[in-house]
């Protein structure tokens, strides 16, 4: 399974970024799905992570800004980013693990420069 993440860029304070992931390859039934981010010098931390049904949970930073969505048919996902910072730059990574077996994937990353 591949992931393949898109959508980053550089973009000035205020505006919005979408990204997607997509998932391509051998495919059993993915599970939760999330978007994480590494910022320089710092952990990678989970952003948005959603459910196969439909739940969400948000890290408090990303609460009211982001909105993470997905569709199970195509198995993408995506991240709507409005109101971006300074500090939401970094590297953000997809990730996704299967529903019945213990396999967890990592997209490569795309990158976001916000801009003050």
């Known amino acids: 399974v591949q992931l393949q993440a898109s959508g980053g860029g550089l973009v000035q304070a205020g505006g919005s970024l979408r990204l997607s992931c997509a998932a391509s390859?051998?495919?059993?039934?993915?599970?939760?799905m999330g978007w994480y981010r590494q910022a320089p010098g710092k952990q990678r931390e989970l952003v948005a992570g959603i459910t196969r049904g439909g739940d969400t949970n948000y890290a408090d930073s990303a609460k009211g800004r982001f909105t993470i969505s997905r569709e199970n048919a195509n198995n993408t996902m995506w991240l709507q980013m409005n109101s971006l910072k300074p500090d939401d730059t970094a590297i953000y990574y997809c990730?996704?693990?299967?529903?019945?077996?213990?396999?967890?994937?990592w997209g490569q990353g795309t990158e976001v420069t916000v801009s003050s």
């Open positions: 390859g051998s495919i059993f039934i993915i599970g939760v």
């Open positions: 990730n996704a693990a299967e529903l019945f077996r213990p396999k967890v994937y």
